[in-house]
């Protein structure tokens, strides 16, 4: 474990939307990997695409699953442009990296013409309302 890992047996936030014990707004998911709107965005429509196979990093998880979110980022990246026409990919590795909920994650983030999403402080949590908006947007292909 490097210095940047969260400590073993963490409980896993990601793990419990998959197995449905803890809620989100989920835009696609199929046998292998899920997409949901992170609840506190950078910008409307923020979304993560997680494997349903826990690892930390993309390196912890088997090459199939790999490929497999990659398909999946693509199909979410093709419903994103709905919303925007540009958008950020990102993937925090390790917590000096920036990630906060150790389940390898993408962030499809799009961009609306602010200078810098990324910005610190507070995130504004999620509205039901909003989310349910941006879910109608992006749930079929």
């Given at each position: 474990?490097?210095?940047?890992?969260?400590?073993?047996?963490?409980?896993?936030?990601?793990?419990?939307?998959?197995?449905?014990?803890?809620?989100?707004?989920?835009?696609?998911?199929?046998?292998?990997?899920?997409?949901?709107?992170?609840?506190?965005?950078?910008?409307?429509?923020?979304?993560?695409?997680?494997?349903?196979?826990?690892?930390?990093?993309?390196?912890?998880?088997?090459?199939?699953?790999?490929?497999?979110?990659?398909?999946?980022?693509?199909?979410?990246?093709?419903?994103?442009?709905?919303?925007?026409?540009?958008?950020?990919?990102?993937?925090?590795?390790?917590?000096?990296?920036?990630?906060?909920?150790?389940?390898?994650?993408?962030?499809?983030?799009?961009?609306?013409?602010?200078?810098?999403?990324?910005?610190?402080?507070?995130?504004?949590?999620?509205?039901?309302?909003?989310?349910?908006?941006?879910?109608?947007?992006l749930a079929n292909p």
């Amino acid at each position: 474990m490097d210095e940047g890992s969260p400590a073993p047996g963490t409980k896993c936030v990601f793990c419990d939307i998959v197995a449905r014990r803890a809620p989100a707004w989920i835009v696609y998911e199929d046998s292998t990997t899920v997409a949901f709107l992170d609840i506190f965005p950078f910008t409307r429509g923020h979304l993560l695409v997680i494997p349903k196979r826990h690892g930390a990093r993309l390196t912890d998880i088997p090459f199939e699953d790999q490929m497999a979110l990659v398909r999946t980022l693509d199909e979410v990246c093709r419903r994103a442009e709905r919303l925007a026409p540009d958008y950020n990919v990102a993937l925090n590795a390790g917590a000096w990296a920036g990630q906060i909920v150790f389940h390898v994650h993408f962030h499809v983030i799009p961009r609306y013409g602010e200078s810098n999403p990324f910005r610190a402080g507070h995130r504004p949590p999620l509205s039901e309302p909003e989310a349910r908006a941006v879910v109608a947007e992006l749930a079929n292909p």
